[in-house]
Nanobody
Framework: EVQLVESGGGLVQAGGSVRLSCAAS????????IAWFRQAPGKEREGVLCISSNDDGSQYYLDSVEGRFTMSSDNAENTVYLQMNNLKPEDTAVYYCAASRVPDTVVTGACWWARQYGMKYWGKGTLVNVSS
Protein backbone atom coordinates (compact mmCIF):
# COMPACT_ATOMS: atom_id res chain seq x y z
CA GLU A 1 0.00 0.00 0.00
CA VAL A 2 1.32 3.39 -1.01
CA GLN A 3 1.37 5.99 1.74
CA LEU A 4 2.50 9.59 1.72
CA VAL A 5 2.63 11.46 5.00
CA GLU A 6 3.46 15.15 5.09
CA SER A 7 4.79 17.01 8.10
CA GLY A 8 6.46 20.28 9.02
CA GLY A 9 3.71 22.80 8.39
CA GLY A 10 2.72 25.55 10.77
CA LEU A 11 2.58 29.28 11.29
CA VAL A 12 5.50 31.33 10.02
CA GLN A 13 6.11 35.04 9.53
CA ALA A 14 6.64 36.51 6.10
CA GLY A 15 10.28 36.27 5.12
CA GLY A 16 10.76 33.14 7.18
CA SER A 17 11.55 29.58 6.18
CA VAL A 18 9.91 26.19 6.57
CA ARG A 19 10.94 22.71 5.53
CA LEU A 20 8.23 20.21 4.77
CA SER A 21 8.83 16.48 4.79
CA CYS A 22 6.99 13.72 2.98
CA ALA A 23 7.57 10.20 4.26
CA ALA A 24 6.78 7.74 1.49
CA SER A 25 6.22 4.01 1.63
CA UNK A 26 4.97 1.24 -0.62
CA UNK A 27 6.82 2.19 -3.79
CA UNK A 28 10.27 2.76 -5.23
CA UNK A 29 11.53 6.25 -5.95
CA UNK A 30 13.32 4.95 -9.05
CA UNK A 31 10.21 4.61 -11.19
CA UNK A 32 8.00 7.33 -9.76
CA UNK A 33 7.61 11.05 -10.11
CA ILE A 34 7.08 12.73 -6.74
CA ALA A 35 5.76 16.24 -6.45
CA TRP A 36 4.54 18.92 -4.10
CA PHE A 37 1.23 20.62 -4.76
CA ARG A 38 -0.59 23.29 -2.81
CA GLN A 39 -4.10 24.59 -2.45
CA ALA A 40 -4.78 28.03 -1.04
CA PRO A 41 -8.17 28.89 0.49
CA GLY A 42 -10.73 29.40 -2.24
CA LYS A 43 -8.32 28.52 -5.01
CA GLU A 44 -7.60 25.52 -7.19
CA ARG A 45 -4.79 23.14 -6.39
CA GLU A 46 -1.55 23.93 -8.20
CA GLY A 47 1.70 22.08 -8.72
CA VAL A 48 4.81 23.46 -7.07
CA LEU A 49 7.85 21.23 -7.69
CA CYS A 50 8.56 17.72 -8.89
CA ILE A 51 11.46 15.31 -8.77
CA SER A 52 12.14 12.04 -10.54
CA SER A 53 15.06 9.81 -11.37
CA ASN A 54 14.94 10.60 -15.09
CA ASP A 55 14.69 14.36 -14.85
CA ASP A 56 17.69 16.65 -14.70
CA GLY A 57 17.17 18.00 -11.21
CA SER A 58 13.90 19.06 -9.69
CA GLN A 59 11.32 20.55 -12.02
CA TYR A 60 9.38 23.68 -11.19
CA TYR A 61 5.68 23.63 -11.90
CA LEU A 62 5.19 27.12 -10.45
CA ASP A 63 7.26 30.10 -11.61
CA SER A 64 6.49 32.19 -8.53
CA VAL A 65 8.50 29.92 -6.24
CA GLU A 66 11.67 29.68 -8.31
CA GLY A 67 14.60 31.01 -6.33
CA ARG A 68 12.72 30.53 -3.04
CA PHE A 69 11.64 26.87 -2.92
CA THR A 70 13.73 23.78 -3.51
CA MET A 71 12.91 20.11 -3.48
CA SER A 72 15.18 17.25 -2.52
CA SER A 73 14.96 13.57 -1.76
CA ASP A 74 16.64 11.11 0.57
CA ASN A 75 16.16 7.79 -1.18
CA ALA A 76 17.64 5.85 1.72
CA GLU A 77 14.99 7.31 4.03
CA ASN A 78 12.20 7.28 1.41
CA THR A 79 11.57 10.93 2.17
CA VAL A 80 11.26 14.03 0.04
CA TYR A 81 11.57 17.56 1.30
CA LEU A 82 10.32 20.97 0.29
CA GLN A 83 12.52 23.78 1.56
CA MET A 84 10.65 27.06 1.44
CA ASN A 85 12.54 30.31 2.00
CA ASN A 86 11.52 33.96 1.93
CA LEU A 87 7.90 32.97 2.43
CA LYS A 88 5.13 35.35 1.44
CA PRO A 89 1.53 35.54 2.67
CA GLU A 90 0.41 34.30 -0.76
CA ASP A 91 2.26 31.05 -0.06
CA THR A 92 -0.33 30.23 2.59
CA ALA A 93 -1.88 26.93 1.58
CA VAL A 94 -2.27 23.27 2.37
CA TYR A 95 0.75 21.55 0.86
CA TYR A 96 0.34 18.04 -0.51
CA CYS A 97 2.85 15.41 -1.45
CA ALA A 98 1.89 13.31 -4.48
CA ALA A 99 3.41 10.49 -6.49
CA SER A 100 2.76 8.51 -9.60
CA ARG A 101 4.47 5.61 -11.29
CA VAL A 102 5.84 6.57 -14.65
CA PRO A 103 5.70 4.05 -17.54
CA ASP A 104 8.96 2.43 -18.58
CA THR A 105 8.53 4.01 -22.03
CA VAL A 106 9.05 7.45 -20.48
CA VAL A 107 12.84 7.60 -20.45
CA THR A 108 13.09 11.31 -19.69
CA GLY A 109 10.79 14.04 -18.49
CA ALA A 110 8.90 11.99 -15.93
CA CYS A 111 7.73 15.11 -14.12
CA TRP A 112 6.28 16.52 -17.34
CA TRP A 113 4.51 13.22 -17.97
CA ALA A 114 3.10 13.17 -14.44
CA ARG A 115 1.88 16.73 -14.78
CA GLN A 116 0.08 15.84 -18.01
CA TYR A 117 -1.53 12.63 -16.81
CA GLY A 118 -2.00 13.38 -13.14
CA MET A 119 -0.71 12.00 -9.86
CA LYS A 120 -2.13 8.74 -8.59
CA TYR A 121 -1.22 8.86 -4.91
CA TRP A 122 -1.77 11.75 -2.51
CA GLY A 123 -1.00 12.57 1.08
CA LYS A 124 -3.48 14.34 3.35
CA GLY A 125 -1.57 17.59 3.35
CA THR A 126 0.00 19.95 5.85
CA LEU A 127 -1.00 23.57 6.38
CA VAL A 128 1.51 26.37 6.00
CA ASN A 129 0.19 29.71 7.21
CA VAL A 130 2.36 32.74 6.43
CA SER A 131 1.51 35.85 8.42
CA SER A 132 2.28 39.33 7.17
Amino acid sequence: EVQLVESGGGLVQAGGSVRLSCAASGFKFDDHAIAWFRQAPGKEREGVLCISSNDDGSQYYLDSVEGRFTMSSDNAENTVYLQMNNLKPEDTAVYYCAASRVPDTVVTGACWWARQYGMKYWGKGTLVNVSS
